[in-house]
């Protein structure tokens, strides 16, 4: 056998016994792969609009697990820890053959480890398969186990899981939950001092724990820092800066606002790890804190909750559903926002709005503010006094019981409720029970979340908006429908603006009503600019008494402490709309200057007002329309007398809706006689005969 072909079977024979190392390692391989799972277990997380953690949960096994990515954590961290730990973690393949050398010699030169010489992808390894041991076996497991690793996972992907796993003392793992707990805030823009102390803190995490060791986190975070300047990562004049900044010794605990929407989410979407709400965190803290102290100031078993939504949109920026979600002794854990109470007066506002729709009141109207008795309901202001004649506008700013009885009447509760419905918003009602005059004192069941979204229509001229807060199921249909006019919104919140403030309480250019359910069980304050409604409740949640509970004086203040302390800048109450305007009680029209009823609910006239009298066409004329073509033209009709609105009917059909113009127009659906019939405010009936032809 020739020279050459000895060294062509050899040849042969190395490749065949390599191809059945390289086959044997990847059978192996195939055959035991390292645990990594798609998605790590970690902490469920509930984020505000912009991103800003809200609330997180521990893991089941106990932990506090942020998932992590890179583009979260400050990128001079990140270098920082490359340099510390591996500082040639981009160009291995799970082992650095040069640290592994120069962990040998130190442990040969000094008897015991110095450096183990782990990369990242060797931590990682022991992290996802933890093993008491530090044996020799045990390293080589995990140096294989950072092979397989980096077959299947970038480096990005290595380095997110690195800073996912990485324990940081007691049941921290990861940098965003080490950094939330050491300096209550997330790591994108950590200090040259906080970097370092979390690239410390790894290598022995109980030992080094801040809370419970802050001189030996310290030195530790000091070494790192010498480190840093021998890599060239820092100056030694950035790194001696850093070294004076003191460490704190305080662990803080991780955000948990809005915990009651947060548990809702978590219900409705269990297995997503983050869920963003509609919620703005820095709104949410203000609502928070302000409801906390509150509580604390009314006094025990007394609970706080707020709402404020944006009513150009619906959404939910802040949602307080207690004052304390864990103090069992005011029943923390029940969400008041949702809760049906009784509204008390704070739906008068719409009855008001109603009445000046239909053209019954203006702000300057007189109102009788005396004992008056509706069928058996007599109702009584909240003081037990009266006003006697009072105009309107002070009506609803005192809010007098028996003016908005009395305007309730006239509009029919019926009425109100079909509003509510077309705002999105169905009132409970006692069972088998017709909608009586009882609504307009609160004889009626909402929550809190539904009186903010019929607001949302007084906010946005009279529209109301669905409310939302991010945990919805899918898109929501918003209501779009119409509460109030724009011209009756622009009129209530003239007259609501000129409520004065509770005492204490800087004007703040908004819109308010206060309510006190039956019983001083609910105490209600509903506010409103140009966009924001907040809405707040005060009471207990178990519906009991609680002498001296009002809206004005236990909600209202609530109300614009919270609208202060929300962070969100105060906008304008709009203009009038065209044909809105204030006038005064001289310059009304008659018909408009007061407002009564008699005993049996029908509205008075002064003798100065005429009943109404169909002028055209006259009574028995024969009118040619030419009815029977085509080319049929409409009859116009005119009326004098009475009191505005009118509505008209011919052979007992209405034509269209009450107005208080004089004059109509009626297409006849064919030729013969029609009766023709107009209803004035009061009642009073007028009507004519006539032929069309």
Known sequence: MTRL???????????????????????LDRAYPPPLPARLAVSTEVLDRDGALLRAYATPDGYWRLDTHLDEVDSRFVKMLIAYEDKRFFDHRGIDPLALLRAAKQFAGNGRIVSGGSTLSMQLARLIEPRESRSFGSKLLQTLRALQIERRLSKTEILQRYLTLAPYGGNLEGVRAASLAYFGKEPRRLTVSQAALLVALPQLPERRRPDRNREGAQAARDR???????????????????????????????????????????????????????????????????AASAAARLGPRISVAMVLADSLNG??????????????????????TRAVRSPGSTLKPFIYGLAMEQG?????????????????????????????????????????????????????????????????????????????????????????????????????????????????????????????EERATWQIADILSGVKPPEGAARRGIAYKTGTSYGYRD???????????????????????????????????????????????????????????????????????????????LLAISATEPAPQIVFPPDGAHVDLAAASSAASPLVLKLQGGRAPFRWLANGKPLEEPSRRRTATWQPDGTGYSTLTVIDAAGRAASVKVFVE
């Open 315 to 336: 959404e939910i920026l802040g949602e307080v559903g207690s004052a304390d979600y864990f103090d069992g002794s005011r029943s923390g854990w029940i969400d008041m």
């Open 224 to 290: 790192v820092l010498k480190r840093m300047v021998t890599a060239s990562v820092l100056t030694e004049r950035e790194a001696n800066r850093a070294a004076a900044e003191p460490v704190s010794g305080t662990r803080l605990a991780l955000p948990a606002l809005a915990p009651h929407v947060a548990d809702i989410a978590l219900r409705k979407a269990p297995s997503e790890i983050r869920h963003k709400l509609t919620l703005s965190r820095r709104v949410q803290q203000g609502l928070e804190a302000v």
């Open 360 to 484: 019954l009141i203006a702000q300057e109207t007189l109102i009788e503010d005396r004992p008056a008795d509706f069928g058996g309901y007599r109702p009584r202001n909240f003081d037990m006094s009266y006003q006697g004649d009072v105009s309107v506008r002070q009506a609803l700013q005192l809010s007098l019981n028996v003016p908005a009885v009395r305007l309730l009447d006239a509009v029919g509760p019926s009425r109100l409720l079909a509003r509510f419905r077309q705002a999105g918003v169905t009132p409970a009602l006692p069972k088998a029970e017709a909608p009586g005059l009882a609504i307009g004192l609160g004889g009626v069941g909402l929550s809190l979340r539904n009186l903010v979204q019929l607001y949302t229509g007084l906010a946005n001229g009279g529209k109301a908006r669905t409310l939302r807060d991010g945990t919805e199921a899918g898109p929501i249909r918003d209501s779009g429908g119409m509460v109030l």
């Open 5 to 27: 072909r000895k060294l062509a079977l050899s040849a042969a024979i190395v490749i065949f016994l390599a191809a059945i190392a390289v086959g044997a390692l990847y059978a």
């Open 523 to 601: 105490a209600w304050s509903v506010g409103y600019d140009g966009r924001y409604v907040l809405g707040v409740w005060v009471g207990r949640a178990d519906a009991g008494s609680v002498p001296g509970l009002s809206g004005y004086v236990s909600a209202a203040p609530i109300l614009f402490e919270a609208f202060a302390r929300s962070g969100l800048a105060a906008v304008p109450l709009p203009r009038a709309p065209a044909g809105a305007f204030r006038t005064a009680r001289s310059d009304l029209p008659v018909t408009l200057q007061r407002f009564s009823t008699t005993a049996d609910g």
